[in-house]
């Protein structure tokens, strides 16, 4: 009879666990996300960190500054952002909350309307409180990073990653003027190798399609520049899902239980197993 039992509960034991391996792989899957990066080539691959105050802390106040004239947050509240970035409320609201009347419980709703803005940009500026998810972080990551000069469209501007794009560039004084160049590459040989040619000089061919900001026409270099699109990108990733970083803490704690857990259902299985083998 308990032999019986112990085999039932082995069987749902190992159902469970190729449940529990599916669930992880589909996990995995969905932390591929990101979109191709189009013109870009692969995606510049983003690791978040959210549990790094100061980085969230500093994209917010990019984002407020430089996006939320634009992009709305409509899913998040003021106080809550205030709140989870451990900025006391008095500072944040008089630093960062450019219209008064705003209450700590009110949605990030924006401040332009969505038919004016279609107006002027042709498509409305989207919310941004799920972009992260949608896009994926290596995208956008990618997608700031990847403006340059063109003097074929409207803003005298276009995105490798999101050619054609409607928004121009809002951090160029930053940045610096981006240009397409085109550089000397060597030519690669079948064997994997540099070609090369009689007299062992490395063959090159030109190949264009590179980013290059103009020496000294932005207020940041590329490491800074590169470390603000960094923080912005990991505050639009912590505003996408607030308690991922909860979520993470406390996925170590269930594993923990279940270790745990299964050390003493096996000593529980190894005592009742000694009546039936004396
Ligand atoms: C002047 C208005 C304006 C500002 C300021 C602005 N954007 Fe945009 N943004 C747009 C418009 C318009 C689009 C839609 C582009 C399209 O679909 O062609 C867009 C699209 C985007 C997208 C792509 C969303 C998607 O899924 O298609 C992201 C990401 C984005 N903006 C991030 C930002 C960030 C971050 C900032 C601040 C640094 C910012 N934007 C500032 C107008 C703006």
């Not at 990030?108 to 998810?133: C, H, I, N, Y």
Request: net charge negative; aromatic share 14%; proline share 3%.
């Amino acid at each position: 009879m308990i032999e019986k039992q112990l085999n039932i509960l082995n069987i749902k034991l190992s159902r469970f666990f190729v449940v529990l391996g599916l669930l992880i792989s589909i996990n995995s899957i969905d932390a591929a996300e990101g979109g191709p990066c189009k013109d870009y080539g692969e995606c510049d691959e983003f690791k978040y960190s959210l549990n790094d105050m100061a980085s969230l802390q500093r994209g917010a106040s990019t984002f407020l500054n430089y996006c939320y004239g634009c992009h709305s947050l409509q899913y998040s509240r003021w106080g809550r952002v205030s709140t989870d970035l451990q900025i006391p409320e008095e500072i944040f609201f008089d630093n960062l909350v450019f219209d008064k009347s705003i209450k700590p419980g009110d949605l990030m709703v924006g401040s332009m309307s969505k038919e004016q803005s279609a107006q002027w940009f042709g498509v409305a500026p989207p919310d941004l409180t799920l972009v992260s998810r949608v896009r994926g972080d290596d995208w956008i990551y990618s997608y700031l990073r990847a403006y340059y000069e063109d003097a074929s469209k409207q803003y005298g501007v276009n995105n490798l990653v999101y050619p054609g794009t409607a928004m121009p560039n809002v951090l160029m004084a930053l940045q610096g003027n981006q240009k397409l160049v085109c550089k000397d590459v060597p030519v690669i040989a079948k064997n994997g190798g540099e070609k090369r040619d009689n007299f062992g000089n490395t063959i090159t061919k030109e190949k264009c399609g590179y980013l290059k900001v103009d020496e000294g026409s932005g207020e940041l270099n590329k490491e800074e520049f590169d470390s603000l699109i960094y923080d912005l990108t990991n505050f639009l990733v912590y505003v996408g899902e607030p308690a991922k970083a909860q979520r993470e803490r406390m996925g170590w704690y269930v594993i923990f239980y279940f270790l745990i857990f299964t050390a003493l259902s096996a000593l529980l299985y190894r005592e009742y197993h000694k009546d039936y083998h004396k």
